[in-house]
T-cell receptor, first 112, second 113 residues
């Protein structure tokens, strides 16, 4: 069974631009969560989607948004990029909200 | 407010010996705990979990211990192997209310051959 895939793997943007990251969950998984990883900060929860509905949201500004499609694929968008948004963005999928999450390889975003 | 803490950023252990990684939490509502392992350029990989109704869970070389009164959990790896060198994250979740996973900052484990 294929794992969680994320595209693109690497991205370079400049301040003020916006970016869209994509996540395809494991087949059959309906829950998708997004995390931001920065050095020394661990994984910070961004949001969780289940059946196209946002169930949980972390403490990030409104510039960070996401959505989930009917096939469970998810996208996250960051508008008006700031230097501090440079990070590894990880997507995780699970059968449901209380199930074990399986992570993709991440998208490394560099904002210049 | 770091609700899940891994106070040791790094740990070095001789191959064949026991590796003990520690994690503390502050939120008494957490009732499910997980350990993930992460290699560079890869996403975290689920290792082992434990529910608050247990105090120990074992899977091969990996054992997780939970001390609810101390709000402390630990991951034991016996015997340690070079392939265990990675960053280990503990995570916690409450099954009541907000069910999101809260992660620690990670401990980098290096196994010395």
């Amino acid at each position: 069974k294929a794992g969680v895939t994320q595209t693109p793997r690497y991205l370079i943007k400049t301040r003020g631009q916006q970016v869209t990251l994509s996540c395809s969950p494991i087949s059959g998984h309906r829950s998708v969560s997004w995390y931001q990883q920065t050095p020394g900060q661990g994984l910070q929860f961004l949001f969780e989607y289940f059946s196209e509905t946002q169930r949980n949201k972390g403490n990030f500004p409104g510039r960070f948004s996401g959505r989930q499609f009917s096939n469970s694929r998810s996208e996250m968008n960051v508008s008006t990029l700031e230097l501090g948004d440079s990070a590894l963005y990880l997507c995780a999928s699970s059968f449901g909200p209380k199930e074990t999450q399986y992570f993709g390889p991440g998208t490394r975003l560099l904002v210049l | 407010d770091q609700q899940v803490k891994q106070n040791s950023p790094s740990l070095s252990v001789q191959e064949g010996r026991i590796s003990i990684l520690n994690c503390d939490y502050t939120n008494s509502m957490f009732d499910y705990f997980l350990w993930y392992k992460k290699y560079p350029a890869e996403g975290p990989t689920f290792l082992i979990s434990i529910s608050s109704i247990k105090d120990k869970n074992e899977d091969g070389r990996f054992t997780v211990f939970l001390n609810k009164s101390a709000k402390h959990l630990s991951l034991h790896i016996v015997p340690s192997q070079p392939g265990d060198s990675a960053v280990y994250f503990c995570a916690a979740r409450s099954n009541f209310g907000n069910e999101k996973l809260t992660f620690g900052t990670g401990t980098r484990l290096t196994i010395i051959p």
